[in-house]
């Protein structure tokens, strides 16, 4: 029988008995962000700035860039959209920030490392943010990408104090920032995990090599060990907890969302064509059975075992 269409998403991620996870979605431009709104995302949870100038030979103008923003905040007043700084290097090169001869690019100064390369830029684009955020409704997180230690993480919170943001957090895509998390969130007031990035560094695999296809599967019991890690350092070092979603591909696959929310992961955030789906599998299951798909999934031990131990738990899953 043919499958039937799955209901829109209606604006509200939660279990089925209540429990709210937000479902945000992913965006690169004012474009995307339009579309996320009219798809029912309950906010931008990742605004991936670099792509609103990729190919760019020089650093956007302040202008340029306040407008850019602003095009993103405009379709989300009143909601959370969490602007990434500049995620330049390895699979996004920007020509006024990246180094294209690096040897070895995924390692290399990428993200925020680039700060100490081109002192000034991420200071700029942090002043555009705020100028954007002023005249917005939308309510701004801003975060920044690639922070490996606390030290990045205090370093950059004083950057956005300096700049006027209120709510700085960092991306959880180092496994040394997973294992530090709560010293982290000492310094910071959220964290966002980038599954992406996590598993090639925990894996040590290539992100954009199909060959390895079966290494950068987030579904790696290593990986979610790391996610695990990163909610308990949170839990451990705040009550209540600072928020830690999840941002990564990781979180548009239905099933594995559930074992982030049963992780404890706050939000999700993800491609907006993933919000149906997701919204639909979490609405089945209680908070109770995703903590313990869960635990059967960071128990497993594989990807493939995770995969169908949490399937054959999730009765209503084809
Ligand atoms: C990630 O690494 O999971 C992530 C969300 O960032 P990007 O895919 O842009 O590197
Ligand atoms: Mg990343």
């Not at 103008?61 to 379709?75: I, R």
């Not at 699979?91 to 990246?98: G, Q, R, V």
């Not at 390692?107 to 991420?122: C, E, F, N, S």
């Not at 059967?296 to 594989?302: E, G, I, K, P």
Request: hydrophobic share 50%; proline share 7%.
């Amino acid at each position: 029988a043919a499958r039937e269409a799955l209901p829109a998403f209606d604006g509200t991620g939660t279990t089925a008995d209540g429990h709210l996870v937000p479902l945000l979605a992913n965006v690169g431009d004012g474009e995307g962000a339009l579309a996320a709104a009219a798809a029912g995302a309950e906010g931008v949870g990742l605004l991936r700035t670099e792509f609103c100038f990729l190919n760019r030979e020089q650093e956007p103008s302040f202008e340029e860039q306040t407008a850019a923003y602003q095009a993103v905040f405009a379709a989300f007043p009143g909601k959370k959209v969490v602007v990434r700084t500049l995620d330049a290097g390895a699979d996004k090169p920007l020509p006024f920030l990246t180094d294209a001869t690096e040897p070895n690019p995924a390692l290399g100064v990428r993200g925020y490392r680039t700060d100490k390369a081109h002192p000034g830029v991420l200071e700029r684009q942090l002043q555009a943010i705020a100028a954007a955020a002023e005249q917005a409704e939308a309510e701004v997180w801003v975060m920044a990408p690639m922070v490996s230690t606390a030290a990045e993480a205090r370093h950059f919170a004083g950057l956005c104090e300096a700049a006027g943001l209120k709510t700085p957090g960092v991306m959880v895509e180092v496994p040394s920032a997973a294992l530090t998390a709560g010293a982290i969130l000492e310094a910071v007031d959220f964290a966002s995990i980038g599954t992406n990035d996590l598993t090639q560094y925990t894996m040590a695999a290539d992100r954009q090599l199909g060959p390895l296809a079966e290494l950068t599967d987030p579904w790696q019991p290593a990986v979610l060990q790391l996610i695990k890690a990163t909610v308990d350092g949170a839990a451990a070092t705040h009550q209540p907890p600072k928020p830690v979603g999840v941002c990564g591909e990781a979180a548009a696959d239905p099933a594995l969302a559930v074992v982030l929310a049963g992780l404890g992961v706050n939000s999700l955030s993800m491609n907006a064509r993933a919000l149906p789906g997701v919204a639909a599998l979490l609405r089945t299951v209680t908070l109770d059975q995703a903590q313990d798909a869960a635990r059967l999934a960071v128990t497993a031990d594989s990807a493939e075992a995770a995969k169908a131990k949490v399937r054959a738990n999730l009765p209503l899953l084809e």
